[in-house]
């Protein structure tokens, strides 16, 4: 059965990854994870015994820095990590100032965010500590993930406005059709 330490094991296995991580960690951001399909993906692919790593749209770098919320910034860093290496599709937000694009409360600090996303099979994170050991943020828990669930996050529950964006994505995603094992739960 996969657990915590099992995804932390398989993250720091994967080279790839974890060169990712080295980068992510090299611009030395406040609160920074990477998150949503870059761990959720490893996991499925594992799961689903594919011999090759599923594409992903993007690599989703977060942070929170309340003090510099210009978009500006959040470019600037998406460049430098492209010029670390230009193939990763690199994504930066600072979650400070996300709230205002998804019209939600303010975020308290990344984690926050992340226990916002729409998905709890989404909702994790990874970054590496001092000493380069992977960390796995899940507000959720990973028993979603791992038993191949997709279910809204209780946020996404409680407002009409936020279940609809989240059946939304689940019809964009269609995450079964490269994930056939998926249990798609509605609202």
């Known amino acids: 059965m996969m657990n915590e330490e099992k995804i932390i094991s398989i993250i720091e296995q994967d080279e790839w990854m974890m060169e990712i991580l080295r980068m992510a960690k090299s611009l030395d951001l406040p609160d920074w994870w990477i998150c949503a399909g870059f761990v959720r993906s490893k996991i499925w692919d594992i799961l689903h015994n594919f011999n090759e790593r599923t594409p992903i749209p993007d690599v989703d770098v977060i942070y929170f ?6 978009e500006l910034r959040e470019k600037k860093l998406e460049e430098k990590l492209k010029s670390l290496d230009e193939t990763i599709p690199w994504s930066i937000k600072n979650e400070a100032r996300m709230h205002l694009k998804s019209k939600m409360t303010p975020y308290s600090s ?15 994170g990874v ?20 038993h191949l669930e997709v279910k809204p996050t209780p946020y996404f529950i409680e407002n009409k406005h936020r279940a609809a964006i989240y059946e939304e994505r689940i019809a964009k995603k269609n995450w079964q059709s490269t994930w056939s094992q998926l249990i798609i739960h509605r609202i």
């Open 127 to 146: 970054k590496l500590d001092d000493k380069d050991h992977v960390c796995l943020i899940a507000p959720w828990g990973i028993s979603d993930v791992v």
């Open 65 to 70: 820095d309340s003090g510099h919320v210009d």
């Open 110 to 124: 990344s984690v926050d965010a992340i226990s916002k996303f729409p998905e709890t099979a989404t909702a994790l």
